[in-house]
């Protein structure tokens, strides 16, 4: 079992809906990541998040250390957020800082 | 600021060739690693450096090495290409430690024939 766990592996969605991505991790850790993957393959950081509940423009990202969960949510879906969004922790204890990456969640969002 | 850049973005192998895969970044972090991405898999950790001459394997070293002799620049090397190496792979950086934010570079996609 991945100790990464993404849900749905796709998601389409048409403009303006309402997403929300999940991810389960089984280990301990000190941080959770939000990346955002574009069609060019580019790999850029949405959020880092130990704690709570975090916003920034339309998309919020939440955390539930004791049920090991998180969501994405994107409100207002416009089609350039067609990407692959990917959850990653940092492991608790880990020195040296590196990710443990889920298999991504890929969303078209259609006009 | 260029963040991390890697070099070539596209290249493509002879088994048996040998190649170094470019990565260097202008922020003075500590902290840099090196990723392959297979499709439909999450990335995967080659080998990472958390300071000039010091490096240590990741999940999947086999078949590659790094070297670190300045801040700035964390090479991959594939001595001996073969076609498992066909892949994606990403350089990112950080300050240090593992509540810090990775910067990566646009990616180098391999094809090893």
């Known amino acids: 079992k991945n100790e990464v766990e993404q849900s749905p592996q796709n998601l389409t969605a048409q403009e303006g809906e309402f997403i929300t991505i999940n991810c389960s991790y089984s280990?301990?850790?000190?941080?959770l990541h939000w990346l955002q993957q574009h069609p060019g393959g580019g790999i850029v950081s949405l959020f880092m998040?130990?704690?709570g509940k975090k916003k920034h423009g339309r998309l919020i990202a939440t955390i539930n250390i004791q049920e090991k969960h998180s969501s994405l949510h994107i409100t207002a879906s416009h089609p350039r957020d067609s990407a692959v969004y990917i959850c990653?922790?940092?492991?608790?204890?880990?020195?040296?800082?590196?990710?443990?990456f889920g298999k991504g969640t890929k969303l078209s969002v259609k006009p | 600021n260029a963040g991390v850049t890697q070099t070539p973005k596209f290249r493509i192998l002879k088994i048996g060739q040998s190649m170094t895969l470019q990565c260097t970044q202008d922020?003075?972090?500590?902290?840099m690693y090196w990723y392959r991405q297979d499709p439909g898999m999450g990335l995967k950790l080659i080998y990472y450096?958390?300071?000039?001459?010091?490096?240590d394997k990741g999940e999947v070293p086999n078949g590659y090495n790094v070297s670190r002799s300045t801040t700035e620049d964390f090479p991959l090397r594939l001595e001996l290409a073969a076609p498992s190496q066909t892949s994606v792979y990403f350089c990112?950086?950080?300050?240090?430690?593992?509540?810090?934010?990775?910067?990566f570079g646009a990616g180098t996609r391999l094809s090893v024939l």
């Open positions: 990112a950086s950080s300050w240090a430690g593992a509540k810090n934010i990775q910067y």
């Open positions: 280990v301990g850790i000190s941080a």
């Open positions: 998040l130990s704690s």
């Open positions: 990653a922790v940092s492991r608790d204890g880990g020195s040296q800082g590196n990710l443990i």
């Open positions: 922020m003075n972090h500590n902290y």
């Open positions: 450096s958390v300071g000039a001459g010091i490096t």
